[in-house]
């Protein structure tokens, strides 16, 4: 079974602060992974993904993602966080296409103007 | 751009009372799932759903929950008889299939509270 770990369940920033949330997964296989934001109020949305190619991807509104397979790692980072960048921060992965997608616990970013 | 519909956005109702989620999923896709997520907590998956029979489901998706997929367009989740600890808001997803990345496309939501 796969899962997911997010070691930061809440960061608090300032405004042009940089930033990187942790990601750990576990699965044997070849995985996809995902970083989805959820704005306060809102739905799930999809900020950046890996399937194969580059590690180092880059997603929506300056985030990036970095993929490190001998560490099981999928970082999630950005240079300078802004006031609407407050939201809170899932990593997911799954085995691929049709498969379910497992989610971490989530990070709670607050960013402070 | 085509998106994942799910009604109604919230729904208030008395325990014991069976509960109907609905959603649309984008029309060409193949894979659909129903997760949910407590106030507060982790987004936790419920069940999968291809080729009209469920693929895959959680400990949590016991047998007061079922899905259906009664014509080409809907996918829905039903409660039998809904307990406290079913308020949550609840997310429709789907997937186009092989051949794509994997990424779930998501709903905004069913917020269910039980009273």
């Known amino acids: 079974a796969q899962s997911v770990s997010q070691h930061n369940h809440h960061v608090i920033l300032s405004e042009a602060a940089s930033l990187e949330l942790g990601c750990n997964y576990s699965?044997?296989?070849?995985?996809?992974l995902f970083w989805y934001v959820q704005y306060p109020g809102q739905h799930l949305q999809l900020l950046l993904k890996?399937?194969?190619?580059?590690?180092l991807v880059k997603g929506i509104k300056g985030f990036e993602a970095e993929f490190i397979k001998s560490k099981f790692s999928f970082n999630l980072r950005k240079p300078s966080v802004q006031w609407s960048d407050t939201a809170e921060y899932f990593c997911?992965?799954?085995?691929?296409?049709?498969?379910?997608?497992?989610f971490g616990g989530g990070t709670r970013l607050m960013v402070k103007p | 751009e085509p998106e994942v519909t799910q009604t109604p956005s919230h729904q208030v109702t008395q325990m014991g009372q069976e509960v109907i989620l609905r959603c649309v999923p984008i029309?060409?896709?193949?894979?659909f799932y129903w997760y949910r997520q407590i106030l507060g907590q982790k987004v936790e998956f419920l069940v999968s759903?291809?080729?009209?029979?469920?693929?895959?489901k959680s400990e949590i998706f016991d047998d007061q929950f079922s899905v259906e997929r009664p014509d080409g367009s809907n996918f829905t989740l039903k409660i039998r008889s809904t307990k406290l600890e079913d308020s949550a808001m609840y997310f429709c997803?789907?997937?186009?299939?092989?051949?794509?990345?994997?990424?779930?496309?998501f709903g905004e939501g069913s917020r269910l509270t039980v009273l």
């Open positions: 997911a992965v799954n085995a691929g296409a049709g498969n379910m997608l497992t």
């Open positions: 699965y044997g296989g070849t995985v996809n």
């Open positions: 890996y399937f194969s190619g580059d590690p």
């Open positions: 029309s060409n896709h193949l894979y």
């Open positions: 759903f291809y080729n009209n029979e469920i693929s895959e």
């Open positions: 997803a789907s997937n186009p299939g092989l051949g794509s990345t994997g990424e779930l496309f």
